[in-house]
């Protein structure tokens, strides 16, 4: 089954913690790219990939890291995690970038994440 | 400064009955522009993608309507549905960008 899968689903971690949410897709895409989602504000880019080793920043880039190594895989890190971080995470891969209109964009199901 | 906004925020309907929800963009410019459907914690899902050329384009019960004059699209859903229910985002993205840029959302409620 093609899909674009996020772990973990949910965590609650403490200021300053040093953490990583993975993403995986199976569906040999180049581009990978992710999102936060918070209240009132609609998703917002954080950094996308166009493919292996490259990478870029979105509209809020701040306090994330990325890598994209392998293909399939766009891990998101957060160096030192803020309650301000704190919000609902979306990963998104498609076969090609958002100027191609016949490529459709695969979400996963989210990572909820709570910095106390 | 690219913005795509969406009304209305929220929208309750019964059970049956159609509702348009509407997306006006100041993206230029333009490339295309797609609908999603996003049902509560879980990630969007695909409805429909327009290009400049298109002015329609139908997805089972959901109908997209594009006006690139106007910068506005409508999405129309017939004879709702209670699994209708969900936040709808209207996302533009600009030619020769790799981003896109997301409305807020309308959350719709079907009531039975």
């Known amino acids: 089954e093609a899909q674009v899968t996020q772990n973990p689903r949910y965590l609650i971690t403490v200021t300053g913690k040093k953490l990583t949410v993975t993403c995986s897709q199976n569906m040999n895409h180049e581009y990978m790219s992710w999102y936060r989602q918070d209240p009132g504000l609609g998703l917002r880019q954080i950094y996308y990939?166009?493919?292996?080793?490259?990478?870029d920043k979105g509209d809020v880039p701040e306090g994330y890291k990325v890598s994209r190594k392998e293909k399939r895989n766009f891990p998101l890190i957060l160096e030192s995690p803020s309650p301000n971080q704190t919000s609902l995470y979306f990963c998104?891969?498609?076969?090609?970038?958002?100027?191609?209109?016949?490529?459709?964009?695969?979400f996963g199901q989210g990572t909820r994440l709570t910095v106390v | 400064k690219n913005q795509v906004e969406q009304s209305p925020q929220s929208l309750i309907i019964l059970e049956g009955k159609n509702c348009t929800l509407q997306?006006?963009?100041?993206?230029?410019?333009?490339?295309?522009l797609r609908w999603y459907k996003q049902d509560t914690g879980r990630g969007p899902v695909s409805l429909t993608i327009?290009?400049?050329?298109?002015n329609t384009k139908s997805n089972g019960r959901y109908t997209a309507t594009l006006d690139a004059d106007t910068k506005q699209s409508s999405l129309h859903i017939t004879a709702s549905q209670l699994s209708d229910s969900a936040s709808y985002i209207c996302v533009v993205s600009a030619r020769g960008t790799y981003k896109y840029i997301f409305g807020t959302g309308t959350r719709l409620k079907v009531l039975a």
């Open positions: 998104a891969s498609s076969l090609r970038d958002a100027r191609n209109t016949n490529t459709e964009a695969f």
């Open positions: 990939s166009m493919n292996v080793e490259v990478t």
């Open positions: 997306c006006n963009y100041t993206v230029s410019p333009f490339s295309n």
């Open positions: 327009m290009t400049f050329s298109e």
